[in-house]
Every structure is written in structure tokens, then in C-alpha cells.
């Protein structure tokens, strides 16, 4: 069974459209988070999500919104899509291993987006 | 400002070991993190290191030196499935991880 689950793997669409990215996670997980992965392959984060609190990145313009309908669930929304946006967006969850204290990040399959 | 710095590219012969080197510059430090992506992939978690030292995880092992704001990523016996880009990630005080552009690690036969 997928653990981080994305959906569309790709999407093309034009400047200007609204598109929504869906992420789900079946290890119950309370954190959840969105990636952005350039084409000069950093990973920037854009948002970190609990049932409790939504930490966004202040370098993300308001364009973008993360919407939780659940705890297994965070999606994105993009709105006025720009050629600046794309890049390839990971989903990922993450748990405290309470024996390590080791939060690791399991991370989606990503969704490459490519603006026209 | 937060910094990691890791080589571009590195490239390692089938059978040989190699070193991918990791420094880092953060506001406060809470656990440096290694993953490995493949092209066109997912990154997936190798390895954590929070004290000084070394962790060894079969062919990978991971050090640490936080007087330094140094680690690396020693990779053993390379196979040819080896090849994948090498992301290092330090935790910082706000528990935000800040993630290098990572190595892109190419073996030869």
C-alpha cells in the first residue's frame, strides 16, 4: 500500500488557470507538509500542517493555499497559475519516533506542474 | 541567512567508496538528516544524526561534527544503483528543515 499518495503525477496546464494537487497519507501521520522542487532541484518547503497548526512559508505568495479535510488529507490549491510555478510539488508526512526522537519525512511520488 | 552546502556532482567508480560531504550554517540545530532521490523520484530517508559521530547503516554511514557545521555520507561497496542524487537536511531552532540542493552522485562501471 502507498504510505504518500499524490494525484495528478503530472499536470499541464495555461497561465492564468486554477489547479488543485491532492496528497494523502495512510500512516497516521498527524503532520503533513508541501514541497516545492525547482529545476535546480532544492526542496523549499511551503507549508507544514497539524490538526493544531499551519505553518507557512512567508516566501510563498498567497496564491497558494493548503486545504485539510482531514487529518489523512492535505491538499493544494494554486490559484492565477504563473510559468514561475513550475516544478515539481511533494507531498510529505512525518511522525516523532518517540524511542529516537527522530521525526522522519515520508515523501509522495510529486507532481510535476508545468505552466503554459 | 541558513545555508547548506553540498558538492554538485560527484562521480565513483562500481566497488569503490565514496564521501559526500554536507556544511551547514542554521539558526540553532536539532538533527541533520540525509535522503537519497533517485531521477524522477520521491527523496526517502537514509540516515539522522543528532551527536557528534558516526551512525553506520550497512553500506552507509553518516557523520556528524556540530562544533564544525560539518557532516558526510560515506557510501560503501558503490553499486550502479547507488547513483541518485545524496540531500542533506539540517533541523533548525524553529524544528524547520532546511534542505541543501543535494549531490548528484554518478557511478561507472
Known amino acids: 500500500d502507498t504510505a504518500v499518495s499524490q494525484t495528478p503525477k503530472y499536470l499541464v496546464t495555461q497561465m492564468g488557470n486554477d489547479k488543485s494537487i491532492k496528497c494523502e497519507q495512510n500512516l497516521g501521520h498527524d503532520t503533513m507538509y508541501w514541497y516545492k522542487q525547482d529545476s535546480k532541484k532544492f526542496l523549499k518547503i511551503m507549508f507544514s500542517?497539524?490538526?493544531?497548526?499551519?505553518?507557512i512559508n512567508e516566501t510563498v505568495p498567497n496564491r497558494f493555499s493548503p486545504k485539510s479535510p482531514d487529518k489523512a488529507h492535505l491538499n493544494l490549491h494554486i490559484n492565477s497559475l504563473e510559468l514561475g510555478d513550475s516544478a515539481v510539488y511533494f507531498c510529505?508526512?512525518?511522525?516523532?519516533?518517540?524511542?529516537?526522537?527522530?521525526?522522519?519525512?515520508?515523501f509522495g511520488p510529486g507532481t510535476r506542474l508545468l505552466v503554459l | 541567512g541558513q545555508n547548506i552546502d553540498q558538492p554538485t556532482e560527484m562521480t565513483a567508480t562500481e566497488g569503490a567508496i565514496v564521501q559526500i560531504n554536507c556544511t551547514y550554517q542554521t539558526s540553532g540545530f536539532n538533527g541533520l538528516f540525509w535522503y537519497q532521490q533517485h531521477a524522477g523520484e520521491a527523496p526517502t530517508f537514509l540516515s539522522y544524526n543528532v551527536l557528534d559521530g558516526l551512525e553506520e547503516k550497512g553500506r552507509f554511514s553518516s557523520f556528524l561534527s556540530r562544533s564544525k557545521g560539518y557532516s558526510y555520507l560515506l557510501l560503501k561497496e558503490l553499486q550502479m544503483k547507488d547513483s541518485a542524487s545524496y540531500l542533506c537536511a539540517v533541523r533548525d531552532s524553529n524544528y524547520q528543515l532546511i534542505w541543501g540542493a543535494g549531490t548528484k552522485l554518478i557511478i561507472k562501471p
Open positions: 500542517y497539524n490538526n493544531k497548526e499551519l505553518i
Open positions: 510529505a508526512s512525518s511522525q516523532v519516533d518517540s524511542g529516537r526522537g527522530v521525526e522522519t519525512q515520508y
